[in-house]
């Protein structure tokens, strides 16, 4: 059964430094394109990152553009998002999300209309 499991969340100072990871025990994740979203208290679901199906191609949010890269790890079949300088503000719990490739097929979207969820890992950025 195709499932994603999202890990490397944690507490982290303001500043700081966490890599998350996704992926899909049993299956590659090269097919698919991938997506981060995060959801904090009392917010709305909102698109973080995602990189396309068989690709190096990705799109980020504004708020964490020059701060987070998204990537593939393919020895371990993952999907990587590292996120530098954490702020406050991103500290929510992380999902990854997966879709077969799909139309516009250069770019990738951050509408929370993937097909597959993780159960999401908490991030906490406090010191």
């Known amino acids: 059964q195709f499932k994603l499991v999202e890990s490397g969340g944690g507490l982290v100072q303001p500043g700081g430094t966490l890599t998350l990871s996704c992926a899909a025990p049993?299956?590659?994740?090269?097919?698919?394109?991938i997506g981060w979203f995060r959801r904090a208290p009392g917010k709305d679901r909102e698109g973080v990152s995602c990189?396309?199906?068989?690709?190096?191609?990705?799109n980020y949010a504004e708020s964490v553009k020059g701060r987070f890269t998204v990537s593939r790890d393919d020895a371990k079949d993952a999907v990587l998002l590292q996120m530098n300088n954490l702020k406050p503000e991103d500290a929510a719990v992380y999902y990854c999300?997966?879709?077969?490739?799909?139309?516009?097929?250069?770019?990738?979207?951050?509408?929370?209309?993937?097909?597959?969820w993780g159960q999401g890992t908490q991030v906490t950025v406090s010191s």
């Open positions: 990189i396309i199906s068989q690709s190096t191609k990705t």
């Open positions: 049993g299956f590659s994740l090269d097919y698919y394109t």
């Open positions: 999300a997966a879709t077969p490739p799909r139309a516009p097929f250069t770019l990738c979207d951050l509408e929370p209309t993937y097909g597959h």
